[in-house]
């Protein structure tokens, strides 16, 4: 920890200085990330590959001063970073050997729904700063987060809340289910009914629902979890998503980092069952994850939490940037719908790597659906 050999495991020494922290701070006790490679921590009976990143697998910093920021239209106005697309997404064909390769395992019984993602890599050489404020302009995302660590930087554009806790009460919005928005608004509208009609997104999206509700039954008091708005739809500036809430009552002993042991890493971006799709991500995807569907977050003196899914989320380090894009895979998956969905999720960049500025969606009149 801090460049010192500690024989107790990562978690233990996480809660012990967060409890020192918490006892220090009036604001936020500790903002940081967490890698989804950290897995191989949590998960040493599996014989994940080992990451060769240079990059902490846990990173959580004590902030000494909280100061409230506003963006400026002129930061904006000066903010065109342009993005050099170095490595695409594998084409159609090689996308659907490896979709054909899932099913294999899904056929298997080995699992029923494989998240599986491929990254982006561009070469960038505008300020990392400047290019997450140009990006969450146009995205405005609700959990997003810049963290800089001098050798690298997170820019996190994520639209999924991981889970929050507030007065010993825990809540999750599990995401699963997309469409691209429409700057025709009658198709706009269309295409969010479309997704809250599908009968395959529900079978995936409850799929990722009943994990997280086992997730939460470790750590929740008995008979205390529950699902509402399930196949709810929220709308962004580039997607719609299909999204629930899983809640409970946390029971009294739980600490910061039994919550953490318990749901990571968040369901959405594995797969069910959990640790069987975590294998088969780390023989298929053919590269390291790190923060990406990773978490960032922060934690208040009193306990309560705040953690993101870390999606549509960008690494920049030595002006190379990593941006994985992906979704679930089950058994009737389209290989070239799934690729095209993939490719939707990295639409925010699009207009970055053209160097103009996109045409916003008119969400005025955009229908929202729910079952509540």
């Not at 010993?168 to 009658?186: A, H, Q, V, W, Y």
């Not at 089950?330 to 996109?358: M, Y």
């Amino acid at each position: 920890m801090n460049g010192k050999l500690s024989h107790e495991s990562p978690l233990e020494l996480f809660q012990k200085t967060l409890d020192n922290w918490k006892s220090e701070s009036n604001e936020l006790s500790a903002v940081g990330y967490i890698s989804y490679d950290f897995k191989n921590i949590l998960f040493p009976h599996i014989a994940f590959s080992n990451p060769n990143s240079t990059q902490p697998l846990l990173w959580f910093g004590k902030p000494k001063l909280v100061i409230p920021y506003r963006i400026t239209e002129s930061e904006l106005e000066t903010a065109s970073p342009v993005f050099r697309l170095k490595k695409d997404i594998p084409p159609p064909h090689e996308y659907k050997e490896s979709i054909r390769k899932i099913k294999t395992a899904l056929s298997n019984g080995d699992s029923y729904q494989i998240n599986f993602t491929q990254p982006k890599k561009f070469e960038i050489t505008d300020n990392p700063l400047e290019i997450y404020l140009s990006i969450r302009e146009m995205a405005r995302p609700h959990y997003g987060m810049y963290l800089n660590q001098k050798d690298f930087q997170i820019l996190s554009f994520s639209p999924e809340q991981f889970f929050r806790t507030k007065n010993r009460k825990i809540e999750s919005f599990p995401m699963k289910g997309t469409r691209p928005r429409s700057n025709d608004l009658i198709m706009d509208e269309r295409l969010a009914g479309e997704l809250f009609q599908s009968v395959k997104d529900r079978a995936e999206h409850l799929m990722i629902v009943d994990l997280i509700r086992n997730d939460l039954g470790k750590i929740c008091d008995y008979d205390s979890v529950r699902v509402d708005n399930l196949y709810g739809i929220q709308s962004f500036e580039t997607v719609h998503q299909m999204v629930s809430r899983v809640y409970g009552q946390l029971q009294n002993s739980i600490t910061e980092s039994d919550i953490i042991r318990a749901l990571f890493p968040g369901g959405s971006i594995t797969g069910a069952p959990k640790e069987k799709s975590m294998e088969i991500i780390d023989t298929l995807e053919g590269y390291q994850r790190g923060i990406y569907t990773g978490c960032l977050g922060y934690i208040q003196p009193n306990g309560d939490m705040d953690f993101n899914i870390a999606i549509r989320t960008m690494t920049i380090q030595n002006e190379k940037a990593v941006y994985p894009v992906g979704g679930g895979i089950v058994w009737d998956s389209d290989s070239l719908e799934e690729w095209q969905e993939a490719q939707q999720k990295g639409a925010i960049l699009k207009p970055f790597q053209e160097n103009v500025r996109p045409q916003k969606v008119n969400h005025e009149k955009t229908q929202q659906f729910s079952n509540h």
